[in-house]
């Protein structure tokens, strides 16, 4: 009987979804483990077989939890909502919603063919009403807290309101805006309502602010940095300008010291965690302002080296920065407006990895040098940015570089404070041996003594104090686009009001055209009912505001990130139309044991879900401030490029081997025309695109042989491989082990087809194992010593595997024990069917159709993981190499426990010894128990 692949994996992903094999429980007597993979966004190319890596290794060890008796949730879902599926809109006019209607189910057929042990029961969506409505209901009790910095959590506004009635906000430790205006009791009494919000406003973990962002015109959007290259926007290449615009925002930078500290509590790749240590980027310094000459305005700088306040030379703002047109002469103001017009084409991102270029424009402002009161002159360079720190730096040449290259440059003095030391960079490079030079009060102090006693002196002028910094800064969380979760915002007097849970969820509106108005206001500002009628808690139309009680809804959108920063915590309770989840489910599963996703999203969705998790737990709404324990990083796969090589000016194409006799170009071609001998398909190539139609050939040997090259899988590199021809071609099974046979987990490795067949030769040598010819053939007899030996060896090394992440050597495992078996002619149930549960993680489909040919009616899925027995790997015998005069002629085996005489007497009476002797008495018999017998004749 042969190994019909196709059908079996048909029958048991059916049987499967029928019988929902894989739904966890709330409830359960079992202990619970919750793996979990970042769930992916649906695109309309659907998966390649890089995507699945991630996928397979969570659910190896899913399958492998539940064998060891655990209540395993494994869930899957979409993050459905994004930017690609609107310009898709924009382009065709069909609505978001279709188009990733359609990109789900195709990802659903995917992935079922590949037969993961997904609990389909609990799948979520992002673009869901059903899920967003609890987004917005988070949104919600975001705007409604604020963070006490005595008690370093996130407390309910209404204490704070209280605070203020009772007492005024000065004595007020909170998390806030900079500009805070301090206030009495009595005169927040008397505020009105209007005030009273606006101040709020300043403390609230989400708020409105004007905010300069990352604008796109051609997408009518902003982006995040991590949507933008080189510049552009990474959909569409379009390019993008810095800009000011009223925005929400998230205050992320409350939770700066927690996401930090809390690094030491989880078991994520220490890469990852110093990714996000560096976005965060914690430093110890001092706050310094410094007066504007003939101004009444102040520039506050925050410096990590207060000890080098004598070596200022110049002072860099921001070209954003709020002072700058304030401070402007009017002799510098044609210049300075030009460069910040240049300066707002460039993305932040490209002006903190421009380390080389020196460019900056002086505004003709001078500040006073706190101690000295020498003029300072104020310059604007794009290397500083408007949103880190204050947007201003004091810039000391003689002990760094870059503000050395500007001062030299633009010919600024540069006094050297530091003793001895050459002015350069490395006048920091040992903090502990410099001593300060020409500082006044400062000379002769070292870095510790003289950066403690200038932050004295500066408390003391009242411009100064020591402070402690963080380079991340809150979240921009408006999005102006249509395809995402909508604000439960509406406007009163132009102050955000909260629409009340009862009226959740705040569903998109239909609307014609997906772009931005023609007044420049984002999409949804095209819907004819996207009003709130306050009285009577609905929508109404827009025609009808009166700002009495119908008033306008917010525009913009949310970001991608926000259903993606607490999905986790839905899984858990999906169903739930009263509650995000209930305190049950999530006491139950508390968070999530194993995660499994890129670490390209170290510093956006990882971070951004870890500040949700700790205001969800601040809040009691969760019982843990980390959502996931153990965090792994999978490598990439990575696709291999066919290369044709055309000589340069013509259309004639020539093979690898004849290409260095050519100038030639390299132009990649789609890797299905290509086989296992990297032969093009020279016809297939001519129908593929128009411009090879035509096109010559100049073969070698009567073949066409291409160039191939190791690179990011992508259909730019048309290095592309569809998991359904793999699936089609040699069943999901395979597909499975190949991935994980590729290498490492979390290391990058090439895909090359041409090396599957062996795995799939495996599985047809692990089916023949269970079967003599066309008939199933497994026996009750009793296993042999070396059946035993070889399976629980390999229990022993897939269960260190497996727990190790080592995914890729229980491959090698497998292959080893099926030949060793194999050899054997080993058809015993006893070792047969242990050896079908350690297989079925990883093969589950061959595994379930032998094991119901066992005769089991049960899923393999309940069956307990093999046990480990020490005994059947203890040797009680060794077979000793019997050598005549140092050759050896025979093997004897013989127990271990046998004394020197004992060995020596038993392989003398052997009747091959006495072959050998023919009568003689060696010279002497040389034993070494456990390792050899010599005979010396």
């Known amino acids: 009987m042969s190994y019909d692949f196709k059908d079996i994996e048909a029958k048991w ?132 807290s604020w963070y006490d910095n005595r008690e370093a959590k996130a407390r309910n506004i209404s204490d704070l309101e209280a605070i203020f009635a009772e007492q005024g906000n000065e004595d007020v430790d909170a998390v806030c805006d900079d500009n805070i205006v301090f206030f009495t009791a009595d ?39 991590d949507e933008i290259v080189n510049g552009v926007s990474e959909r569409g290449g379009y390019p993008v300008v810095r800009q000011k615009m009223t925005q929400w925002s998230m205050r992320i930078s409350a939770y700066a010291q927690r996401l930090l500290d809390g690094l030491d509590t989880i078991d994520w790749p220490q890469p990852l965690k110093d990714s996000q240590t560096n976005w965060i980027g914690r430093s110890e310094g001092a706050s310094v302002t410094f007066n504007v000459k003939d101004h009444d305005e102040v520039i506050e700088v925050f410096t990590t080296r207060p000890d080098t306040i004598f070596g200022v030379s110049f002072m860099t703002l921001a070209p954003e920065h709020e002072l700058v047109q304030k401070i402007t002469t009017a002799e510098q103001k044609e210049a300075v407006d030009a460069y910040i017009e240049a300066t707002a084409k460039r993305s932040e991102r490209e002006r903190m990895a421009d380390v080389k270029t020196i460019s900056g424009v002086f505004t003709g402002a001078y500040a006073a040098h706190p101690f000295t009161k020498k003029p300072i002159p104020i310059w604007i360079g794009d290397y500083v940015l408007a949103g880190y720190g204050t947007g201003a730096v004091m810039a000391v040449p003689c002990g760094d570089q870059r503000d050395y290259d500007f001062a030299t440059h633009f010919k600024i003095e540069i006094p050297n404070i530091f003793e001895g030391v050459d002015i350069s960079e490395e006048a920091f490079a040992d903090k502990e041996k410099t001593i300060i030079a020409n500082s006044d009060f400062l000379n002769g102090l070292n870095y510790k003594k003289a950066t403690k006693r200038a932050i004295y002196e500066l408390e003391q002028l009242g411009q100064g104090q020591g402070k402690i910094n963080y380079r991340l800064r809150d979240a921009v969380f408006s999005r102006q ?36 108005t023609e007044t420049g206001e984002p999409p949804l500002g095209r819907a004819e009912v996207w009003a709130w009628n306050a009285l009577k808690g609905e929508l109404a139309k827009n025609e009808d505001i009166d700002h009495v009680n119908i008033h306008p809804l917010e525009l913009n959108t949310m970001p991608g990130w926000a259903g993606s920063s607490y999905y986790f915590n839905r899984y858990m309770d999906p169903h739930n139309e009263n509650e995000v989840f209930s305190k049950e489910a999530i006491d139950y599963w508390k968070q999530v044991d194993l995660y499994i996703g890129g670490s390209e999203h170290a510093t956006g969705h990882l971070l951004y879900a870890r500040f949700w998790q700790k205001f969800l737990f601040d809040k009691g709404i969760v019982p843990v401030d980390e959502f996931a324990k153990k965090l792994i990083n999978q490598g990439m796969i990575l696709g291999t490029s066919a290369i044709v090589y055309r000589i340069s000016g013509t259309n004639t194409y020539v093979s690898k081997g004849l290409k260095d ?210 005994k059947y790997l203890v040797e009680s015998s060794k077979v000793y190499p019997i050598s005549f005069n140092g050759k050896k002629r025979f093997e004897l085996e013989l127990p271990l426990d046998m004394s020197k005489d004992d060995i020596e007497a038993a392989v003398m009476a052997h009747e091959k010894t006495q072959q050998q002797l023919a009568g003689r008495e060696p010279k002497k018999v040389i034993v070494v128990p456990g390792k050899i017998v010599n005979i010396v004749g």
Not at 22 to 51: Q, R, T
Not at 706 to 720: A, P
Not at 783 to 802: G, Q
């Open 661 to 870: 006799h050519h100038q030639t170009e390299e132009l990649r071609v789609d890797v299905s025309l290509i086989n296992s001998s990297d032969e093009l398909d020279i016809e297939g190539l001519k129908n593929w695109q128009p411009q090879f139609k035509e096109a010559e050939f100049t073969l070698e040997d009567g073949k066409y042989i291409v160039g191939r090259e190791v690179e990011k899988m992508s259909k730019r590199w048309f290095n592309v491989v569809n998991p359904d021809d793999i699936c089609h071609d040699y069943g999901a099974d395979t597909l499975r082990l190949y991935e994980m046979f590729l290498g490492p987990l979390e290391q990058a490795k090439p895909w090359n087809t041409a090396g599957i067949t062996g795995v799939h030769n495996f599985l047809k040598k692990l089916w023949k194992l269970y079967h003599n010819g066309d008939t199933f053939e497994v026996s009750d007899m009793a296993p042999t010593k070396d059946n035993l030996k070889t399976l629980h060896k390999t229990i022993k090394k897939v269960e260190e595997d497996i727990e190790n992440f080592s995914f890729n050597t229980s491959v090698s495992t497998f292959m080893i024990a099926v030949n060793e078996l194999t050899a054997q002619k080993c058809s015993s149930r006893a070792i047969l069917e242990p050896l079908l549960v350690l297989i079925s993680p990883y093969a589950p489909h061959i595994a379930e159709e032998l094991w119901s040919k066992l005769g089991h009616n049960n899923s393999i899925t309940t069956v307990d993981f093999p046990q480990f027995e020490e």
């Open 481 to 516: 686009r249509y395809w995402g979760e909508p604000f439960p915002v509406y406007y009163v007097d132009g102050m955000p009001k909260m629409i009340d849970i009862e009226h959740l969820p705040i569903e998109l509106p239909e609307i014609k055209k997906y772009l931005p």
């Open 187 to 225: 005169q927040w009494n008397t505020f009105s309502e209007k005030e009273k919000q606006t101040i709020l406003l300043q403390y609230r973990l989400t708020y409105l602010a004007e905010t300069e962002v990352n604008w796109c015109p051609q997408l009518g959007t902003v982006l995040a940095n």
């Open 13 to 144: 992903q059916k049987y499967w979804a029928a019988h929902q094999t894989f739904k966890a429980e709330n409830n359960s007597s079992k202990p619970k483990y919750y793996v979990l993979d970042m769930f992916p966004y649906p695109s309309g190319a659907g998966l390649h077989v890089g995507h699945p890596l991630g996928y397979i290794a969570s659910d190896i060890y899913a399958r492998y939890k539940r064998h060891k008796g655990f209540n395993v949730l494994h869930p899957q879902g979409y993050d459905s909502f994004g930017l690609p599926a609107e310009q898709y809109a924009i382009q065709t006019g069909q609505h978001p919603a279709i188009t990733t209607k359609e990109n789900i189910a195709r990802y659903r057929e995917q992935l079922d063919k590949i037969g993961f042990s997904f609990d389909w029961s609990r799948e979520v969506k992002t673009s869901d009403p059903k899920f967003y409505k609890w987004t917005q209901w988070i949104f919600i009790e975001l705007f409604n």
